[in-house]
């Protein structure tokens, strides 16, 4: 079991909706992305967050690093809620992307069930030489760019694929 662990996640979307893409960076240059065919920009951060819990069931003190404020609050605000009040948003209105909370609530529950501690979300500033963040940016643009291609896919180095050196931004990094 690692003691504690840092990631940074995004989402990114050719239109809204459009091509999304999904992705995670780790400190030690370990990353994972996926494409989606039709998506938006927030299933997409969601997407990344989720991927990031799930890839990392052994670590015990997970912190994601997210430039997305709806990613955070829907984590460690509102997806609790919105299950209570039968997938409706605090106005009444239907909530969007149930089955990606459904899948955040479990992978939450999963962590809960065998006694680690809840994942520790922090807000950066995207586009803002946070260099984790620029990687994760640079993996996700790329993701929806595979997704415009209309293939579903995921891609990782967990899975063989060469680990990043996060030592500096990507090339393009912003």
Same mark, same amino acid.
């Given at each position: @079991?690692?003691?504690? !662990? ?8 050719? %239109? ?5 893409? /999904?992705? /995670? &960076?780790? $400190?030690?240059? +370990? ?6 065919? =039709? ?7 969601? @997407? ?10 052994? &670590? ?9 404020? !709806?990613?955070?609050? *829907?984590?460690?605000?509102? @997806?609790? %809620? ?6 409706? *948003?605090? *106005? ?9 909370? $459904? ?16 994942? #520790?979300?922090? +807000? &950066? ?5 946070? &260099? ?5 940016? $640079? ?5 929806? $760019? +595979?997704?415009?291609?209309? =293939? ?9 694929? #060469? ?12």
């Amino acid at each position: @079991m690692t003691d504690r !662990y840092i990631v940074a996640t995004d989402g990114a979307c050719k %239109g809204n909706p459009g091509p999304a893409g /999904w992705a /995670w &960076v780790g $400190e030690d240059g +370990h990353w994972a992305a996926g494409s989606i065919p =039709v998506g938006t920009n927030n299933i997409g951060e969601l @997407m990344g967050l989720l991927k990031a819990i799930e890839d990392h069931p052994d &670590v015990e003190h997970l912190v994601v690093q997210a430039d997305s404020k !709806y990613a955070i609050d *829907t984590y460690t605000k509102w @997806m609790d %809620g919105h299950r209570r009040r039968g997938w409706k *948003t605090s *106005t009444g209105a239907p909530t969007k992307n149930i089955d990606l909370l $459904e899948q955040l609530i479990t992978a939450r529950d999963a962590r809960r069930a065998v006694g680690l501690p809840d994942v #520790e979300l922090e +807000h &950066v500033r995207g586009h803002s030489g946070h &260099v984790l963040n620029a990687w994760a940016d $640079e993996r996700a643009v790329r993701a929806s $760019e +595979h997704a415009a291609k209309g =293939v579903a896919s995921a891609w990782s180095s967990l899975g063989g694929k #060469e680990l990043l050196d996060v030592s500096s931004a990507p090339k393009n990094g912003r």
